[in-house]
T-cell receptor, first 115, second 114 residues
Framework: SAVISQKPSRDICQRGTSLTIQCQVD?????MFWYRQQPGQSLTLIAT?????????ESGFVIDKFPISRPNLTFSTLTVSNMSPEDSSIYLC????????????FGPGTRLTVT | GENVEQHPSTLSVQEGDSAVIKCTYS??????FPWYKQELGKRPQLIID?????GEKKDQRIAVTLNKTAKHFSLHITETQPEDSAVYFC?????????????FGGGTRVLVKP
């Protein structure tokens, strides 16, 4: 499976500020996704990061709050904008296995705390 | 959209016993069902998956069964060991044409008591 890294691994931010999270994959992948995992909860898909076009957002998530970039097939960023304490979560990127395989593999996650 | 329900939310078993986690899904078009294990502070790890053209799949001590008619699938762990203690998530998705977006169940916290 692909090796996926995320930066930063964790951060503590003040409300009203923004944080950009990076996701780097060691091989080219077509599909990249961003998930949120609130404390003690399950994973919720924020958006699909499409290379060369705008991200596709799930219900309840908007581009102004979570702008996403996907400049190439190995990299994506997620920005959490105008943060509030409710944004405190783990943010994870994931990638598909490639080809006709459906397996998704997750990055190590970014633990965000908003004070 | 898809809705996945997972039961139980917590499960405590004695080492060596079996553990079963059940999930139901709502979208009859879903055709891919992975299971993830998440240890404390770690990323979710894919442990086994099943596609809609298969009824059962095994990998050593873990197995997954799928009942498409009833729209439910289950994870079975036999001969449980303390290292099986973790949170387990089921998920469901549709074909690649739909982008393979995973919808997760609520998770099951499994504790294996030595």
């Amino acid at each position: 499976s692909a090796v996926i890294s995320q930066k930063p691994s964790r951060d503590i931010c003040q409300r009203g500020t923004s944080l950009t999270i990076q996701c780097q994959v060691d091989s080219q992948v077509t599909m990249m996704f961003w998930y949120r995992q609130q404390p003690g909860q399950s994973l919720t898909l924020i958006a699909t990061a499409n290379q060369g076009s705008e991200a596709t957002y799930e219900s309840g998530f908007v581009i102004d709050k979570f702008p996403i970039s996907r400049p190439n097939l190995t990299f994506s960023t997620l920005t959490v904008s105008n943060m509030s304490p409710e944004d405190s979560s783990i943010y994870l990127c994931s990638v598909e296995g490639g080809g006709y395989r459906s397996e998704q593999y997750f990055g190590p996650g970014t633990r965000l705390t908003v004070t | 959209g898809e809705n996945v329900e997972q039961h139980p939310s917590t499960l405590s078993v004695q080492e060596g016993d079996s553990a079963v986690i059940k999930c139901t899904y709502s979208d009859s078009a879903s055709n891919y069902f992975p299971w993830y294990k998440q240890e404390l502070g770690k990323r979710p790890q894919l442990i086994i998956d099943i596609r809609s053209n298969v009824g059962e799949k095994k990998d050593q001590r873990i197995a997954v069964t799928l009942n498409k008619t009833a729209k439910h699938f289950s994870l079975h762990i036999t001969e449980t060991q303390p290292e099986d203690s973790a949170v387990y998530f089921c998920a469901a998705s549709r074909t690649k044409a739909a982008g393979n977006k995973l919808t997760f169940g609520g998770g099951t916290r499994v504790l294996v008591k030595p």
